[in-house]
């Protein structure tokens, strides 16, 4: 079937990417995109990174403005769809028709308390709102609360105490351990603590709204006080919007290898979907997979996969994850969590610079640098095929 009308819905790294595979795959029929937030689409992994760190100028988040000519429905939702009669329904009232449709309608931010954000006393990292909003609380030096241990947990811990704030970070055992593993995990933690984070373990947090500030309650009692409550503890997708089309298993956006939805067994091949929305095969199972280069290699597999069917390229699914903070810049090719000390260390210029692998007897194994500067296509060969790959040693640079 020749798509005349093809309707993306996000306008994340997902759907920006979505459009421009369609327009380079030679779709020159009517797309229109839809996005929940009123700003062109922007880089959200420099929102909790260069952006906390950054002056004032508020720039590291842009991307370059679109070129894929698509209709552009901003600060627009989904608010439903009648795959039937190929349908969307709108949040503002209306309907869109399409031939084709891509699903890349994102995740947002969970919450310990309702979405009302315990009366605006829960601080989330999602939006450029968000960090705007953060970036000018912390200015006053104000304490700060970070729950969350995870990447997100550890880069906003780490923006904060760049403004100077005292900040505690609670997490539900070792910071990054479940993302990273033990070793990794460990250079984290020693570096935040020297700069002086604080860090809790106290095992599941609730938050506690008060008319005194907000208030953290650790599992075994303890109650925790500071004039901010930042929460990283994950995100949820946003797929209400597609209850009753018949598209969820189990409450799931369930994709095949090509980016289309499966819909109780059959795959739907004018629907298909990227980003953290949905759960794709991964090598180690189905998941959903919320990092920004997968959402951009799903996108891309989605996209000609919507065009072409069976004839597209299926989706080789290679983790790449990359993290600053506390002064440490960590880049990682290959499946996390790693186990144990690495097999293969390349010492860099500086104390905490190294390259490393881990192997796997299954397949390809898992290189990671720690500020150490190497191309990401050469940290990819030394995950594939192993220090070899690197030929001769070549001096890194700071």
């Known amino acids: 079937m020749k798509h005349r009308r093809i309707v993306v819905v996000g306008n994340g790294i997902a759907g920006l990417t979505a459009c421009d595979t369609l327009r380079t795959a030679g779709f020159d029929g009517e797309l229109t995109v839809l996005g929940a937030e009123t700003h062109q689409p922007y880089s ?11 002056g004032d100028t508020l720039s590291a988040h842009e991307l370059p403005a679109p070129t894929h000519g698509a209709t552009e429905l901003l600060g627009e939702t989904a608010a439903g769809l009648d795959v039937r009669a190929r349908v969307l329904r709108l949040g503002g009232g209306g309907e869109l028709p399409y031939d084709g449709l891509v699903i890349a309608s994102g995740s947002r931010a969970r919450r310990l308390t309702a979405d009302d954000g315990g009366a605006g006393q829960e601080l989330t990292l999602r939006t450029f709102e968000d960090a705007v909003r953060l970036k000018q609380l912390t200015a006053g030096r104000p ?29 539900d055992g070792q910071p ?37 500030g907000p208030r953290v309650l650790l599992a075994d009692g303890t109650v925790l006080e500071a004039d901010l409550v930042v929460t990283a503890v994950g995100d949820l997708p946003n797929t209400e919007w597609l209850a009753g089309s018949g598209l969820l298993t189990g409450g799931v956006l369930r994709v095949d290898s090509r980016g289309r939805v499966d819909s109780r067994g059959r795959v739907r091949p004018e629907i298909v979907a990227a980003g953290d929305v949905a759960g794709f095969p991964t090598g180690r199972g189905l998941a959903r997979v919320p990092l920004w280069t997968s ?29 600053e903070a506390f ?22 210029p500086g104390e905490d610079s190294q390259l490393m692998r881990w192997g796997n007897p299954a397949g390809a194994g898992t290189a990671v640098s720690v500020n150490y500067r190497i191309p990401v296509p050469r940290l990819r060969r030394l995950a594939n095929q192993g220090p070899a790959a690197l030929g001769p040693p070549v001096p890194a640079q700071p």
């Not at 995990?185 to 603590?193: E, G, Q, R």
């Not at 440490?328 to 690495?342: D, E, Y």
């Open 44 to 54: 959200r992994p420099a929102l909790s990174k260069a952006l906390l760190h950054g």
């Open 143 to 171: 304490s700060v609360i970070v729950v969350g241990g995870g990447p997100l947990g550890m880069e906003v811990a780490s923006g904060c105490l760049s403004a100077g704030c005292e900040v505690t970070l609670v997490s």
């Open 176 to 212: 990054l351990s479940r993302q990273l593993g033990g070793y990794l995990a460990d250079l984290f933690v020693s570096a935040a603590a020297r700069q002086g984070l604080r860090m809790v373990h106290g095992g599941r947090a609730e938050l506690v709204p008060s008319g005194s």
């Open 295 to 323: 959402a951009i290699d799903q996108a891309k597999v989605a996209a000609a996969g919507l065009l072409r069917g069976q004839e597209a390229a299926e989706l080789k699914f290679q983790p790449y994850f990359w993290t």
């Open 327 to 348: 002064g440490l810049s960590l880049k990682s090719v290959g499946f996390t969590p790693v186990s144990g000390a690495p097999d293969y260390t390349g010492q860099g």
